[in-house]
């Protein structure tokens, strides 16, 4: 497994949830959306480096698709999310564990997914899901 300890050349890494990340696109009504976009800037300007297993594209796609939006303007929105350069972790490696943290701490899978990341690569886990925040498996910060 990688060091995630800072260093110079290397960012500290934040894994991010898609309840985060969907800020960035749908803003109204919702709170913490300055949070989000603060998080966003410092992965921008190279301070941090968000990451996310790679269903966060889909699960943020998913909730754009249910507050209406068009095919056009989702596409638009799945081009953004990857001009991003989120750090996208393939899902294989966190499965097996993601369905252990499910069960233990009622979870989704989908959910546990990213309490798995933050856990693999021994950071940080913003949501703004505060059933996800109480989750003692990682670190985690409510947006």
């Known amino acids: 497994?990688?060091?995630s300890r800072a260093d110079p050349?290397?960012?500290?890494?934040?894994?991010?949830?898609?309840?985060?990340a969907a800020k960035w696109f749908v803003s109204a009504g919702e709170t913490g959306v300055e949070a989000?976009?603060?998080?966003?800037?410092?992965h921008q300007a190279d301070e941090i480096r968000l990451c996310a297993p790679s269903i966060v594209l889909l699960e943020v796609?998913?909730?754009?698709?249910?507050?209406?939006?068009?095919?056009?303007?989702?596409?638009?929105?799945a081009a953004e999310m990857l001009a991003i350069q989120?750090?996208?972790?393939?899902?294989?490696?966190?499965a097996q564990r993601?369905?252990?943290?499910?069960?233990?701490?009622?979870?989704?899978?989908?959910?546990?997914?990213?309490?798995?990341?933050a856990e693999r690569l021994d950071c940080e886990l913003v949501t703004a899901d505060r059933r996800l925040a109480g989750c003692p498996a990682c670190r985690t910060r409510l947006l």
């Not at 050349?9 to 985060?20: A, F, Q, T, Y």
């Not at 369905?99 to 309490?115: N, R």
């Open 9 to 20: 050349v290397r960012p500290n890494r934040v894994v991010i949830d898609s309840s985060v």
């Open 1 to 3: 497994m990688a060091d």
């Open 98 to 117: 993601a369905a252990v943290l499910s069960a233990t701490h009622s979870l989704t899978v989908y959910d546990a997914s990213f309490v798995a990341l």
């Open 86 to 94: 989120l750090g996208l972790e393939p899902l294989e490696p966190l």
């Open 36 to 42: 989000a976009f603060e998080l966003l800037r410092a």
């Open 61 to 77: 796609l998913n909730v754009l698709r249910f507050r209406g939006l068009e095919a056009a303007v989702l596409d638009d929105c």
